[in-house]
Structure formats: C-alpha cells, structure tokens
C-alpha cells in the first residue's frame, strides 16, 4: 500500500494489533478534511457483554462515505469483534456513532442459512429479478451446485444449510449481503 494511502487510513487499537487500511480508492486529502465520517469512534473498548473483560480496548477510527476499508490483523486479535461493534452488535464505551443498519450488509465468517429455499435465501428480502439472479448463480458458480441437487434452488437448504457444503453455503449466503463482508 502506498504510504500516501496508508496515511489517510485511520488506525485502530495499537494494543490490538488490528490496523484499518483504506484502499486507493480514498477521496482526496482534501475532501478527508471537509467530509463527515460515516462511522467513528472515539476511545471505544468493546466488550462481548456488560461485565466481561474487553476485547478491545482504545479504538479509535474514522470511515469515510465512499471509501473502501480493510480491516487486518493477526487470528483473534477481534476484527470480528469490531465489526459486530460497527453494527452496535456487542457492548461499547465510549464515543461510537455506528452504522445505519437499514443500508448494512453483513456477511459473517459462519454462514447464516434459513430452512426455506436455497432461492429464497440467495434472494433474500429483495425482489427477484431472473436475468440478476442468473448473473449472480454464474457469478458465485452455483449452477452446477444446482443442477446436482435434487430440486435444484427449490430445495430446502435444511436447518442451517444442512443440505450444503461448507463452500456452498458460503456461495449462497454472499450474493445476499453487501457493503460488510467478514
Ligand atoms: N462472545 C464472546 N465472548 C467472549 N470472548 C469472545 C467473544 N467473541 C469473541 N471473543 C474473544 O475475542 C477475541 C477476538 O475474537 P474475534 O473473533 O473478534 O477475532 P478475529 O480477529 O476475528 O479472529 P479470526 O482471524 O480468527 O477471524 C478472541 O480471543 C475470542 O475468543
Ligand atoms: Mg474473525
């Protein structure tokens, strides 16, 4: 990453390890300056329930509008964690203006499947569109998937995605979320 990139990327806990890098599609340093964050924190520890242990402690981070975030760090340093934070998901203190959950898609690492059809959950709350979601099956390669199971995107994919792969459910449960991905 370039370190003019890198600058304008806001860093989170030291402690943690965790770092937030901004891609290269960051708006100007000009407009960093003049925009309204989207999401900041200020001095926040994130615990997972009121009386336990932080699990982060001293974060403090700015996103952008229209900016592209990254957020890296070592196995169980809590980049889960701070994006169950982003979503008011875990208990906070401190300074936190989270995310507008109304406009959030969240794609967690344990993939999320309701016992209704593999269509409906691919599809989700939105409407179907058959020419989008054509793109979307060859776009996730599902099509195969669907030819070989009995019923196709018809069949119940069973509690928790019973029916599926582990990959599978990866593959159905992606084309549904955007904007936040784990
Ligand atoms: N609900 C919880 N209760 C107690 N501890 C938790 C809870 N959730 C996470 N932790 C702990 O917080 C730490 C950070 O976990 P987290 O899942 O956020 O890490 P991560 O950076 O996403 O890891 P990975 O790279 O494996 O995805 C871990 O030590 C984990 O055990
Ligand atoms: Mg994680």
Partial sequence: MPPAARKSACAVSSESGIELLNSGSSPPNK???TKKPLIEFLNVSITPSIDAEPILQGVNLQIL???????????????????RALLG???????????DQTSAGY??????????????????????????????????????????????DTALAGS???????????????????????
């Fill in 160 to 182: 928790g995605g019973a029916i599926l792969s582990g990959g599978q459910k990866q593959r159905v449960v992606r084309p549904s979320t955007a904007h936040i991905s784990d």
């Fill in 65 to 83: 509008p229209s900016t592209l975030t990254m957020v890296v760090g070592p196995v169980g340093s809590g980049k889960t964690t701070l994006l």
């Fill in 107 to 152: 794609c967690d690492q344990v993939s999320w499947l309701r016992n209704i059809s593999i269509r409906d959950n691919i599809i989700g709350p939105a409407r179907f569109d058959e020419a989008w979601y054509d793109t979307v099956l060859s776009c996730c390669l599902l099509q195969e998937d669907l030819r070989e199971i009995s019923g196709g």
């Fill in 31 to 33: 407009d960093i300056k």
């Fill in 89 to 99: 998901e875990v208990h906070m203190n401190g300074t936190a203006i989270g995310i």
